[in-house]
């Protein structure tokens, strides 16, 4: 028998037992709807990897990754070029994770995965919002002709719970009738106690790390200039540590595209201290 040690392939800190466990770790590699650079795919083994790297104490929540109890379940395996398909797989794993009264925390992979995962928490809870970090409105309705892409993620999203229940921090990019919608419902939030509202609701998180400054997160599909500094998405995350956060997802990791690896320690970081809001 060989000796050892070797190398974990969960993520830093991860419980082995899933029973035990209050979050489920689950990678999504699927990325057949990237409108412009592809390898998001890459994101979830990339970030397990780099995460050997990184301290188990958060700074920001005074707290260590032990405390958060979580399982790193993997990644799902996803057919190529089926969206449906992939939301289905997604969506029967997130339904066991809520069924066996446990958290979500989604590494992607594309942002479209996010539908799947909301989709399993509307059949767990009631009074659902969605609070969305992102560069891109992703409201299109159809883009090349297709509806489910992760450009339109949000407007799938908002038929399901309207977009009264809506957040979006960040945004930057759009089409002017994408900018419309956010203009007609109010979803754009640029102060924290906007989100004061939700505060008796169970929100979703959903993070596209494109939401950050390029110059710190150039590791993504569609990097858009102007975004948040790492710090201020830190703040707004701080905001919510009161609030009722049922699950997570970080998306848009696409670790080829920066060759420095900062792109993917940045992720590390944020997946480190989303695990502690989810534990909060």
């Known amino acids: 028998m060989l000796k050892g040690p070797f190398l974990s392939k969960d993520f830093i800190g991860a419980n082995p037992d899933y029973n035990s466990s209050k979050i489920v770790m689950l990678g999504m590699p699927y990325d057949c709807t990237c409108s412009n650079r592809a390898g998001t795919r890459f994101g979830p083994q990339a970030a397990r990897l780099e995460s050997i790297g990184?301290?188990?104490?958060?700074?920001?929540?005074?707290?260590?990754?032990?405390?958060?109890?979580?399982?790193?379940?993997?990644?799902?395996?996803?057919?190529?070029?089926?969206?449906?398909?992939?939301?289905?797989?997604?969506?029967?794993?997130?339904?066991?994770?809520?069924?066996?009264?446990?958290?979500?925390?989604?590494?992607?992979?594309?942002?479209?995965?996010?539908?799947?995962?909301?989709?399993?928490?509307?059949?767990?809870?009631?009074?659902?919002?969605?609070?969305q970090f992102d560069a891109h409105t992703d409201l299109r309705e159809q883009y090349l002709g297709e509806e489910l892409t992760h450009s339109g993620v949000m407007y799938q999203i908002a038929q399901l719970i309207g977009y009264e229940n809506i957040a979006q921090i960040g945004l930057r990019s759009g089409?002017?009738?994408?900018?419309?919608?956010?203009?007609?419902?109010?979803?754009?939030?640029?102060?924290?106690?906007?989100?004061?509202?939700?505060?008796?609701?169970?929100?979703?998180?959903?993070?596209?790390?494109?939401?950050?400054?390029?110059?710190?997160?150039?590791?993504?599909?569609?990097?858009?200039?102007?975004?948040?500094?790492?710090?201020?998405?830190?703040?707004?995350?701080?905001?919510?540590?009161?609030?009722?956060?049922?699950?997570?997802?970080?998306?848009?990791?696409?670790?080829d595209v920066d060759p420095t690896k900062t792109s993917t320690a940045t992720a590390c970081k944020l997946i480190r201290e989303v695990l502690m809001l989810l534990n909060a």
């Open 54 to 131: 990184i301290e188990e104490y958060s700074v920001y929540f005074d707290r260590e990754m032990s405390d958060t109890l979580f399982y790193d379940a993997g990644d799902l395996e996803y057919p190529f070029g089926n969206a449906k398909k992939a939301l289905d797989i997604t969506q029967e794993n997130v339904d066991i994770i809520y069924n066996d009264n446990k958290k979500l925390l989604g590494i992607g992979g594309e942002h479209l995965i996010t539908l799947a995962s909301v989709k399993s928490v509307l059949k767990k809870y009631d009074n659902v919002a969605v609070i």
């Open 175 to 255: 089409e002017k009738e994408e900018f419309e919608i956010v203009k007609k419902y109010s979803t754009l939030k640029t102060k924290k106690e906007e989100l004061n509202k939700f505060k008796n609701k169970n929100i979703f998180l959903t993070i596209d790390l494109d939401v950050l400054d390029p110059s710190l997160m150039s590791g993504v599909g569609t990097p858009e200039a102007g975004g948040l500094t790492y710090l201020e998405l830190m703040e707004w995350l701080l905001y919510l540590k009161d609030f009722n956060i049922v699950g997570a997802d970080i998306m848009e990791l696409a670790p």
